[in-house]
């Protein structure tokens, strides 16, 4: 009697599409070869955080409307932190994840990533910094004073790990509250959502410049020709320039000595990808550098 063979190979999965992120990123590293370390770097943050984003849930955050109001008219922003929906299992794996590829692409030092890994092992000791550090820079309490954001004995490069391992948690907080908030009258150049300042902006079909935080990546309109970072607006004390093709300036200020790179979509196929455009243009970044503008 002849049997059949059993069939056990499953038919292979086709492979999932890049995200239009991830695609251009590739672009970038394929047309400017140079930038392939810090492709590599980003594309490995952006699918981590992608990772962790789709399972943090979207905070119903409760805004009095009287609070509110308060806050907005004393420029403090409205993201407390209760208000972050955070599991610490999640964060510290978050923050170590975040930490190894900062070091795997040696943007932390080995000393300090070995101590900022053993930093995070306590998980009571992260959780007091994590509060600490989000109350001291948010500026939601004005009370909390701003030198006190990491205690003397943590290398200061903890910050930058903090930024990137607590985004995917701030940016459904600030996506949760764009939705219910009025931000017209936010006339400030820090965030109206968690307090952190801008990294990148992006100028509007119609000519609007929206600041981009560097935090949470919410986005916010801001006078075009004024400093973000000192307020200045004289228009003689800003200089501004721009790549060859239009898509990308740099907006510098002659008084605090601090630049901002923008993306100009209004004549541009696709809007601003911070997670792109923040490389494309590091280019940018040498070049405010060295007419003596620091980022």
């Not at 205690?151 to 985004?167: K, N, Y």
Request: aromatic share 8%; proline share 7%.
């Amino acid at each position: 009697m002849r049997h059949n063979p059993v069939v056990t190979d499953r038919p292979l999965r086709a492979p999932r599409a890049d995200t239009r992120e991830v695609a251009e990123l590739k672009q970038i590293k394929a047309s400017q070869p140079e930038l392939a370390a810090a492709v590599d770097m980003q594309l490995a943050l952006v699918e981590m955080q992608r990772r962790v984003q789709g399972r943090v849930p979207l905070p119903w955050i409760q805004v009095d409307p009287e609070w509110l109001r308060g806050q907005q008219s004393a420029g403090r922003p409205l993201v407390r932190f209760a208000d972050i929906p955070l599991e610490w299992s999640d964060f510290r794996l978050t923050f170590r994840q975040t930490a190894d590829i900062l070091q795997r692409f040696e943007a932390l030092e080995r000393d300090d990533y070995q101590r900022i890994v053993a930093f995070g092992r306590d998980g009571n000791a992260l959780q007091s910094l994590v509060r600490q550090w989000y109350e001291a820079s948010s500026g939601v309490d004005g009370t909390v004073d701003p030198r006190s954001r990491v205690p003397p004995d943590t290398p200061a490069s903890i910050e930058q790990v903090l930024v990137l391992a607590l985004r995917p948690f701030l940016a459904r907080c600030a996506e949760a509250l764009a939705q219910r908030a009025e931000l017209t009258g936010w006339s400030h150049g820090h965030c109206p959502f968690c307090g952190w300042e801008p990294d990148f902006a992006v100028i509007t079909p119609n000519a609007d410049r929206r600041l981009i935080c560097g935090r949470c990546v919410a986005q916010w309109v801001y006078a075009p020709l004024t400093c973000p970072f000192c307020a200045n607006d004289d228009r003689a004390l800003i200089t501004s320039f721009a790549t060859r093709d239009g898509r990308y300036r740099v907006y510098a200020c002659d008084v605090c000595r601090r630049y901002l790179k923008a993306y100009d979509a209004r004549n541009a196929t696709r809007p601003v990808m911070v997670a792109v455009d923040s490389i494309a243009t590091l280019p940018l970044d040498a070049a405010a550098m060295q007419r003596g503008y620091v980022g």
